[in-house]
């Protein structure tokens, strides 16, 4: 059996292709999903998590919170090293284990997905390794427009990984995405091809290949293959060098009768020229620094006004009451009154939904039930209050009704419970029946939705809540 390393930086596409392998009938062997596996609700690896970061990085009902542990390692290198240093371990063995199971099958090739593949040395398993290659200002673009990052949030991401071009200079082959995905999936069809045609021959022993990333399909290292012409040398200037006008005789310098007594020695006057330059130097840099700083300062004011315009927190006081009594982050309440009313206590839906939180008259009329509120009205629903402990009490539901997944929690807040029901049915969609990521919902405004709210629980809860939240956890682990 043949191993296939399959890879390539952030938001280059690897899984398009790896998709369309497995539409194919290959086997892949997913590098994220065994790290999902790994840290599923009761895994040993879970506890590890928890005694290294704290409850900071857990919902409330005790699952994962990837998001807050994705935002933490991306900003902090130590964090991004003790959580490579607990998984490594746990990783290579799975992998390992899975790759023997699929040796054991029988089958010709194996895919081995892993973003870090070179990184972490998962190189080793493969036969050959392939790389889905694009230009930085197109991944850089796909990021932003993939996960709603800003332009910095996106080149941080990005730079805490091997680039694209590095890895496709380390890969045997290089899968140019640039292009339409058609033109994508011909190039992996063609590579797949040539797989094939190799299946009956013998093994040959692994060794790196170099390639940088170019148009066609570039030859493996240790695969037979016509020699490829060196690419024509670059060609000589044209034209002539400008001509240069003599100087006048008139106007050179003479030199002076008047003898000099003393003469500076040639390394004092060498010291003085090196000082000189230096300081010119030392005065530009520290100009282009302090300017430099200046703009930055101004672009961070802005941006702040921007964040501050546009993620409000009003009804703070009342969040952090109702959120604390349903045992729910005061960050995911605020986000989801942000999507549902812009923090407007009198706003109505075209549907009838009213109020902060946006419920519905069927659904505010069985919260008041389950309350055992007295004298209950609809009307009820545009004191801020009032809506805002119904919402909790609603979210709360959910969370218990889902085991805590904020993905299934706020589609079910958006589509309903039923719908999701159906959706974690579905063992595309879910793989444990009780939890699914954002790119598993299907298109639609549900989708949309689920992904503003994430996205905003995450700025809430840095802009709003973090300090309290590092605080709590500081409690948690003292206890």
């Not at 003790?82 to 040796?103: F, G, I, N």
């Not at 029946?433 to 994430?454: H, W």
Request: glycine share 6%.
């Amino acid at each position: 059996m043949r191993v296939i390393g399959l890879t390539g930086s952030i938001a280059c596409g690897k899984s398009t292709v790896s998709e369309y392998l497995s539409s194919q009938g290959f086997t892949v062997i997913d590098g994220d999903r065994l790290s999902r596996e790994l840290m599923v609700p009761g895994s040993p690896v879970l506890s590890e998590v928890r005694s290294v970061f704290g409850s900071r990085v857990f919902n409330p009902d005790g699952s994962l919170n990837r998001r807050q542990l994705g935002s933490l390692v991306f900003r902090d290198p130590e964090a991004r090293k003790a959580l490579d240093d607990l998984m490594s371990p746990h990783l290579q063995s799975l992998t390992e284990q899975r790759l023997e199971s699929v040796r054991r099958s029988g089958q010709p090739l194996c895919f081995l997905e892993m973003p870090l593949l070179f990184e972490k040395g998962y190189n080793r398993y493969c036969d050959t390794v392939w790389t889905v290659w694009l230009p930085q200002d197109i991944q850089l673009q796909r990021l932003m427009n993939r996960d709603g990052f800003t332009r910095e949030e996106a080149l941080q991401r990005m730079g805490a990984v091997m680039s694209s071009d590095e890895k496709a200079a380390r890969a045997n082959r290089v899968i140019d995405n640039s292009g339409t995905p058609d033109q994508t999936l011909e190039t992996v069809s063609a590579l797949l091809a040539e797989e094939l045609r190799r299946n009956d021959a013998a093994p040959r022993p692994r060794r790196s290949g170099s390639q940088s990333p170019q148009s066609g399909i570039p030859p493996a290292a240790g695969d037979p293959s016509p020699a490829q012409p060196s690419p024509p040398a670059a060609p000589e200037p044209v034209g002539q060098p400008p001509v240069v006008m003599a100087r006048p005789s008139a106007a050179a310098r003479q030199p002076s009768e008047r003898k000099v007594a003393w003469k500076l020695p040639v390394w004092i006057k060498t010291m003085l020229i090196v000082s000189s330059i230096l300081l010119i130097i030392g005065i530009t840099a520290v100009s282009l620094m302090m300017a430099y700083l200046h703009r930055q300062e101004n672009l961070h004011i802005s941006e702040q006004k921007a964040i501050d315009a546009s993620y409000p927190l009003l009804y703070r006081e009342l969040i952090e009451r109702w959120a604390g009594e349903y045992n729910l982050s005061p960050a995911f309440v605020s986000a989801v009154i942000l999507n549902e009313s812009s923090f407007q206590p009198r706003v109505e839906s075209g549907v009838g939904a009213r109020g902060l939180m946006q419920l519905m008259p069927d659904t505010a009329e069985w919260i008041a039930h389950k309350l055992n509120v007295e004298g209950y009205a609809f009307d009820r629903m545009y004191d801020p209050e009032s809506n805002i402990r119904f919402g909790c009490w609603y979210l709360n539901y959910l969370s218990r009704l889902f085991l805590g997944d904020p993905v299934s929690v706020t589609a079910a807040y958006h589509a309903g419970q039923g719908q999701v029901k159906v959706w974690l049915s579905d063992p595309a969609r879910s793989e444990d029946g009780y939890t699914m990521p954002l790119e598993s919902l299907p298109e639609g405004p549900t989708k949309k939705y689920a992904g503003r709210v994430t996205r905003d629980y995450g700025i809430y809860q840095e802009k709003y809540f973090a300090p309290a939240l590092v605080d709590a956890a500081a409690d948690a682990d003292a206890l």
